[in-house]
């Protein structure tokens, strides 16, 4: 491992995360807190058979938040599976899962700083951000993903999640706020709710996203809309429907789709 350094204060301060946050408001917090952490939500099964993970390689999950998807990595047969947190609420909710789904012999989450991981260069077969990027101010995100880059073996792959992009809110929704035939006091000049203005310091575009990976090393790295439609933000059932239509084609979906996915080889 390089040499520590000293960092920054984060932009966002671990503080914001407390326990409250990861038991009510972060994605997969009902079927965490329903079974005492022995069930997760559909997206953590889901990106591992996505990214090809097979038995025996070694995982390495920044933001880990509750611990999840070390978790169920390693009941996959992952060799070893890291998470690294800067919140203490969330590595004491990882402690949690891992032992409710009793694999605490090959997975663990430890309190560290993404710019900083606590790991050799070259040893990790697969990566995950899921839902992290846009909590990290650009710095920020270009230091984690160099990390990230580094703990990569040669041929290891970088999956990532970021939702919202910030084209739904300060493109899509700034143009149908100003069309819109519905009285304007019921569209807000920013829809964001009060977590998001407190941690989304970061929210991506395709094309930016796409640069910081080749910042930080990555040749060639594929960013894709997912399939997450948000409508929530909007106040009319009439612009809600129009915003579903918009995703079902091909030029206009990056209107109407609110997340991105990445594909990053070392």
């Avoid at 966002?12 to 009902?30: I, K, N």
């Avoid at 069930?39 to 097979?54: E, K, T």
């Amino acid at each position: 491992m390089p040499p520590r350094r000293r960092l920054a204060e984060p932009q966002v301060s671990p503080a914001e995360y407390d326990e409250d946050y990861y038991r009510t408001a972060c994605a997969g917090h009902a079927e965490w807190d329903q079974s005492g952490g022995a069930a997760a939500a559909a997206i953590y099964p889901s990106v591992l058979a996505r990214s090809g993970l097979q038995k025996g390689m070694t995982v390495l999950d920044v933001g880990a938040g509750r611990g999840e998807l070390v978790a169920i990595a390693a009941e996959q047969g992952a060799r070893w599976a890291v998470g690294v947190e800067y919140a203490p609420a969330a590595a004491a909710l990882s402690r949690e899962t891992i032992a409710a789904r009793g694999v605490t012999d090959r997975a663990r989450v430890v309190l560290a700083d993404a710019r900083e991981l606590p790991l050799p260069d070259g040893c990790v077969d697969r990566a995950y951000l899921l839902d992290v990027i846009e909590h990290l101010a650009p710095a920020e995100l270009d230091a984690t993903l160099a990390e990230v880059h580094r703990v990569l073996r040669p041929g290891g792959r970088l999956h990532a999640h970021t939702f919202p992009t910030r084209t739904i809110y300060d493109v899509t929704y700034r143009m149908l706020r100003a069309t819109s035939r519905g009285r304007r006091q019921s569209w807000p000049a920013d829809p964001r709710n009060d977590y998001e203005h407190r941690m989304h310091v970061n929210e991506q575009t395709r094309r930016g996203l796409r640069q910081a990976l080749r910042r930080s090393g990555f040749r060639r790295p594929t960013v894709r809309y997912g399939q997450w439609v948000y409508v929530d933000h909007l106040p009319s059932e009439r612009v809600q429907a129009l915003v579903r239509r918009l995703a079902g084609h091909r030029v206009a979906a990056p209107l109407a789709v609110a997340d991105l996915w990445v594909e990053a080889t070392r």
